[in-house]
């Protein structure tokens, strides 16, 4: 904790420093926010903490999913204002981590290890899937959403976040050898991990508009990319993904 405070201080930027009340999405009443950088990791609402990524997933989830307090719902990690907002609102919800030394459904204490290019879960038993900042770290990240395909129920939506150029396409920066050892294509880019892995994960994609495509392969019925109807404070907010697998199961 006393880390994450060290690195949060050392990020303000000069001048930067605003508060402004808003509308906050996950805590469902007008809130304080602070501005501590001129960018999205910078902003925060101080009573749940949720960042604009965060606050656009929510609002995009709770524009296409009203009926949240009856569903069933994965969410790709454990903890974080996004867990505590499913704990709070969705019909039930159940979260993992990603563990290297752990094999997929293993537990370490209270968190179960998954990893989504192989789910321990049976097929169709989730509604819901999301995810923030997680599909770029995926060394094959076909095999991750086909995974969540199966997992979700027919009908069911995979409603995520990750770093996208929504003018562009994807840009591959890494992917695994045949025996398994990292095979770098551009330069390595690295980004925050809170869980483990020294604090920093692989980022093995750069994502472009054509990550919809890449939904469509793994077995989607459709997918697209939503703007929040409500952007977070200082007007930051990302697309978020909304996937959906086909009403019937016929398809994947």
Not at 79 to 91: E, M, P, S, T
Not at 102 to 119: F, K, T
Not at 202 to 218: C, E, K, T
Request: contains cysteine; positive net charge.
């Amino acid at each position: 904790m006393r880390n994450a405070i060290s690195r949060r201080l050392a990020s303000i930027q000069p001048g930067q420093l605003r508060f402004r009340r808003h509308p906050c999405p996950l805590c469902r009443q007008t809130r304080l926010f602070v501005r501590l950088a001129n960018d999205e990791t910078g902003v925060r609402c101080l009573h749940c903490r949720a960042t604009p990524v965060t606050l656009s997933l929510v609002s995009v989830l709770l524009e296409s999913q009203p009926d949240l307090a009856q569903k069933s719902v994965y969410e790709l990690s454990s903890r974080g204002a996004l867990f505590a907002f499913l704990q709070r609102n969705a019909g039930s919800v159940t979260g993992s981590e990603y563990f290297a030394d752990l094999a997929p459904g293993a537990w370490q204490g209270s968190i179960q290890c998954q990893d989504v290019q192989a789910l321990t879960h049976p097929s169709g038993s989730f509604d819901i899937c999301t995810s923030t900042e997680v599909f770029e770290h995926v060394p094959d990240d076909h095999r991750g959403f086909a995974e969540v395909c199966r997992v979700l129920r027919p009908g069911g939506r995979l409603v995520f976040t990750v770093p996208i150029d929504v003018h562009g396409r994807t840009i591959e920066r890494a992917r695994l050898s045949a025996g398994g050892d990292i095979e770098h294509l551009l330069t390595p880019e690295y980004h925050g991990d809170p869980v483990g892995n020294a604090g920093r994960i692989l980022a093995f994609r750069n994502y472009g508009a054509d990550i919809v495509d890449r939904l469509l392969a793994s077995g989607f019925d459709s997918a697209d990319l939503r703007m929040p109807d409500h952007p977070a404070p200082w007007n930051y907010g990302r697309a978020v993904v909304v996937a959906c697998k086909a009403a019937r199961t016929g398809k994947a």
